[in-house]
T-cell receptor, first 115, second 117 residues
Framework: DQQVKQNSPSLSVQEGRISILNCDYT??????FLWYKKYPAEGPTFLIS?????DKNEDGRFTVFLNKSAKHLSLHIVPSQPGDSAVYFC??????????????FGKGTHLIIQP | NAGVMQNPRHLVRRRGQEARLRCSPM?????VYWYRQLPEEGLKFMVY????????ESGMPKERFSAEFPKEGPSILRIQQVVRGDSAAYFC???????????????FGEGSRLTVL
């Protein structure tokens, strides 16, 4: 049972446009959500996070939106740049912050930015 | 390099052999997590350790897999009698915090890729 779902295995976006990556979850106990970015042959690196008490968090070109009632979150990247081409993992945790018990990851979405 | 260090980066084993993967957390981090990524899959939580303690091993297969994080030295993920299905990338992550942390951020190593022939 996949508690965190990223239904798009890949997404192709033109450079300069907005990239929108989606993530759905089923566990209503999740209250902290993170996005990780992963290049080939490297470990995932933290990108941005959001607590369930918020519905939006912004950091430069990256914004994460959370819709708790729909159990859905999305990552917006604008404008998209070639260096954004990577696999993006959505992750979630229970409890206040979730550092203790590990994160539950989605399968990832491979974002390809076309010049 | 102050990041999470994993070795070996690549490991090839024949069926039935043992695999040992090592992870040194970031300086100052006392919480270590192991994740496994199978081909075409996301990262699956395996185990969470603090120094000399296993806190949560709910993601570990019941047999052949074990993990430790001794007082001195790196964390070790040990797979005995490997089978082809163990072929995967194994990622270690560390965190300075544990229960009650408000960031939830984990810092990952570059992974150890195990191939079982």
């Amino acid at each position: 049972d996949q508690q965190v779902k990223q239904n798009s295995p890949s997404l192709s976006v033109q450079e300069g446009r907005i990239s929108i990556l989606n993530c759905d979850y089923t566990n209503s106990m999740f209250d902290y959500f993170l996005w990780y970015k992963k290049y080939p042959a490297e470990g995932p690196t933290f990108l941005i996070s959001i607590s369930s008490i918020k519905d939006k968090n912004e950091d430069g070109r990256f914004t994460v939106f959370l819709n708790k009632s729909a159990k859905h979150l999305s990552l917006h990247i604008v404008p998209s740049q070639p260096g954004d081409s990577a696999v993006y993992f959505c992750a979630a945790s229970e409890g206040s912050g979730g550092g203790a018990d590990g994160l539950t990851f989605g399968k990832g979405t491979h974002l390809i930015i076309q010049p | 390099n102050a990041g999470v260090m994993q070795n070996p980066r690549h490991l090839v084993r024949r069926r039935g052999q043992e695999a040992r993967l090592r992870c040194s957390p970031m300086k100052g981090h006392s919480h270590v997590y192991w994740y496994r990524q199978l081909p075409e899959e996301g990262l699956k939580f395996m185990v969470y350790l603090q120094k000399e303690n296993i806190i949560d091993e709910s993601g570990m297969p019941k047999e052949r897999f074990s993990a430790e994080f001794p007082k001195e030295g790196p964390s070790i993920l040990r797979i005995q009698q490997v089978v082809r299905g163990d072929s995967a990338a194994y990622f270690c992550a560390s965190s300075p915090y544990g229960t009650g942390d408000t960031t939830g951020e984990l810092f990952f190593g570059e992974g150890s890729r195990l191939t079982v022939l």
